[in-house]
Nanobody
Framework: QVQLVESGGGLVQAGGSLRLSCAAS????????MGWFRQAPGKEREFVAA????????YYADSVKGRFIISRNSAKNTVYLQMNSLKPEDTAVYYC???????????????WGQGTQVTVSS
Protein backbone atom coordinates (compact mmCIF):
# COMPACT_ATOMS: atom_id res chain seq x y z
CA GLN A 1 0.00 0.00 0.00
CA VAL A 2 1.04 3.57 -0.70
CA GLN A 3 -0.53 6.54 1.02
CA LEU A 4 -0.52 9.85 -0.84
CA VAL A 5 -1.29 13.25 0.68
CA GLU A 6 -1.50 16.37 -1.51
CA SER A 7 -1.05 19.95 -0.37
CA GLY A 8 -0.50 23.38 -1.87
CA GLY A 9 -3.79 24.07 -3.58
CA GLY A 10 -5.58 27.38 -3.29
CA LEU A 11 -6.94 30.42 -5.07
CA VAL A 12 -4.73 32.30 -7.52
CA GLN A 13 -5.27 34.90 -10.20
CA ALA A 14 -4.81 34.08 -13.87
CA GLY A 15 -1.14 34.27 -14.80
CA GLY A 16 -0.04 33.31 -11.31
CA SER A 17 1.75 30.23 -10.00
CA LEU A 18 1.19 27.48 -7.46
CA ARG A 19 3.24 24.49 -6.39
CA LEU A 20 1.48 21.32 -5.38
CA SER A 21 3.18 18.72 -3.23
CA CYS A 22 2.39 15.05 -2.75
CA ALA A 23 3.95 13.20 0.15
CA ALA A 24 4.10 9.43 -0.22
CA SER A 25 4.39 6.88 2.55
CA UNK A 26 4.28 3.13 2.68
CA UNK A 27 6.14 1.14 0.09
CA UNK A 28 9.32 2.29 -1.57
CA UNK A 29 8.70 5.54 -3.38
CA UNK A 30 11.16 4.75 -6.13
CA UNK A 31 9.14 1.70 -7.19
CA UNK A 32 6.40 3.86 -8.67
CA UNK A 33 5.69 6.13 -11.54
CA MET A 34 4.23 9.27 -9.94
CA GLY A 35 1.66 11.44 -11.62
CA TRP A 36 -0.88 14.22 -11.34
CA PHE A 37 -4.44 14.21 -12.62
CA ARG A 38 -7.20 16.78 -12.36
CA GLN A 39 -10.95 16.84 -12.41
CA ALA A 40 -13.02 19.92 -13.14
CA PRO A 41 -16.72 20.12 -12.21
CA GLY A 42 -18.82 18.07 -14.59
CA LYS A 43 -15.80 16.63 -16.37
CA GLU A 44 -13.90 13.39 -16.24
CA ARG A 45 -10.61 13.08 -14.43
CA GLU A 46 -7.75 13.74 -16.84
CA PHE A 47 -4.04 13.14 -16.98
CA VAL A 48 -1.82 16.17 -16.30
CA ALA A 49 1.77 15.00 -15.81
CA ALA A 50 3.88 12.03 -14.77
CA UNK A 51 7.42 11.29 -13.75
CA UNK A 52 9.12 7.90 -14.09
CA UNK A 53 10.63 5.92 -11.23
CA UNK A 54 14.07 7.35 -11.70
CA UNK A 55 12.72 10.79 -12.45
CA UNK A 56 14.51 10.71 -15.76
CA UNK A 57 11.48 10.94 -18.01
CA UNK A 58 8.48 13.21 -17.75
CA TYR A 59 5.18 13.30 -19.59
CA TYR A 60 2.69 16.14 -19.90
CA ALA A 61 -0.76 16.70 -21.27
CA ASP A 62 -0.70 19.07 -24.23
CA SER A 63 -2.83 21.54 -22.31
CA VAL A 64 -0.15 22.09 -19.67
CA LYS A 65 3.05 21.52 -21.64
CA GLY A 66 5.42 24.45 -21.23
CA ARG A 67 3.56 25.75 -18.16
CA PHE A 68 3.67 22.91 -15.61
CA ILE A 69 6.70 21.05 -14.33
CA ILE A 70 6.63 17.75 -12.45
CA SER A 71 9.56 16.75 -10.27
CA ARG A 72 10.33 14.40 -7.43
CA ASN A 73 12.54 14.41 -4.37
CA SER A 74 13.26 10.79 -3.53
CA ALA A 75 14.93 11.69 -0.24
CA LYS A 76 11.65 13.25 0.89
CA ASN A 77 9.34 10.76 -0.86
CA THR A 78 7.62 13.75 -2.42
CA VAL A 79 6.51 14.65 -5.91
CA TYR A 80 5.78 18.22 -6.94
CA LEU A 81 3.78 19.98 -9.60
CA GLN A 82 4.93 23.50 -10.31
CA MET A 83 2.12 25.30 -12.14
CA ASN A 84 2.96 28.55 -13.91
CA SER A 85 0.96 30.90 -16.14
CA LEU A 86 -2.23 29.52 -14.68
CA LYS A 87 -5.48 29.93 -16.59
CA PRO A 88 -9.10 29.79 -15.39
CA GLU A 89 -9.47 26.51 -17.28
CA ASP A 90 -6.86 24.98 -14.97
CA THR A 91 -9.41 25.19 -12.15
CA ALA A 92 -9.97 21.67 -10.84
CA VAL A 93 -9.33 19.27 -8.02
CA TYR A 94 -5.79 17.97 -8.51
CA TYR A 95 -4.96 14.40 -7.55
CA CYS A 96 -1.63 12.75 -6.98
CA UNK A 97 -1.35 9.13 -8.10
CA UNK A 98 1.12 6.26 -8.14
CA UNK A 99 1.41 3.51 -10.69
CA UNK A 100 3.59 0.55 -11.57
CA UNK A 101 3.54 1.56 -15.22
CA UNK A 102 3.37 4.77 -17.20
CA UNK A 103 -0.14 5.17 -18.61
CA UNK A 104 -2.32 8.23 -19.12
CA UNK A 105 -5.65 6.57 -18.39
CA UNK A 106 -6.96 6.81 -14.84
CA UNK A 107 -7.71 3.07 -14.75
CA UNK A 108 -4.02 2.28 -14.94
CA UNK A 109 -3.09 3.98 -11.67
CA UNK A 110 -3.00 2.03 -8.46
CA UNK A 111 -3.03 4.58 -5.65
CA TRP A 112 -4.64 8.00 -5.29
CA GLY A 113 -4.51 10.92 -2.92
CA GLN A 114 -7.58 12.73 -1.64
CA GLY A 115 -7.14 15.72 -3.95
CA THR A 116 -6.47 19.42 -3.49
CA GLN A 117 -8.54 22.24 -4.95
CA VAL A 118 -6.96 24.72 -7.35
CA THR A 119 -9.03 27.72 -8.35
CA VAL A 120 -7.81 30.23 -10.92
CA SER A 121 -9.73 33.48 -11.11
CA SER A 122 -9.89 35.60 -14.25
Amino acid sequence: QVQLVESGGGLVQAGGSLRLSCAASGRTFSNYVMGWFRQAPGKEREFVAANTRSGGRTYYADSVKGRFIISRNSAKNTVYLQMNSLKPEDTAVYYCAASYEMVTTTAGWNYWGQGTQVTVSS
